[in-house]
């Protein structure tokens, strides 16, 4: 369903993703920018460490899949919003960690996030064979 598309003359990216991604058939699943909020008091936790918010953000992510029938696994593009320039190596070894094994397509842009102790959010896009038969939000 996904594959991984290498292309001769360009050079592979230096990061733990992949240049570029195609899906054949599935459900699409495009998420909003996840930052590292409490669930139940939607304060920033982990201020300060950029690694710890791109954990949480992954947790939060892989739980939107789930309800939506998928997995980690399923995801093809991400978008991960950093204040700081600072942080990309962080942000990267979380992903490292998270996410080893994992074909994905990725853009990292640096800007102004909506919340001042953020430092990470990621959106993502996920493609899910089968039935994706999806939870219901409370």
Do not use: W
Request: proline letters at 4%; a neutral charge.
């Amino acid at each position: 369903m996904k594959r991984m598309i290498t292309a001769e003359g360009v050079s592979p990216p230096g990061a733990p993703f992949s240049s570029a991604i195609a899906v054949d058939g599935g459900t699409l699943v495009h998420t909003s920018g996840f930052l590292a909020r409490d669930p139940k008091s939607g304060a920033i936790l982990h201020p300060g460490d950029a690694e710890q918010q791109t954990l949480h953000c992954f947790n939060s992510i892989e739980k939107v899949l789930r309800a939506a029938g998928g997995a980690l696994q399923d995801l093809v593009k991400m978008t991960v919003f950093l204040r700081n320039a600072s942080d990309y190596e962080a942000m990267n070894r979380a992903r490292r960690s998270r996410l080893a094994g994992i074909d994905y397509a990725s853009s990292t842009v640096i800007a102004g996030l909506v919340a001042a102790e953020a430092l990470v959010e990621i959106e993502c896009v996920a493609a899910i064979s089968g039935h994706a038969g999806g939870a219901a939000a409370p």
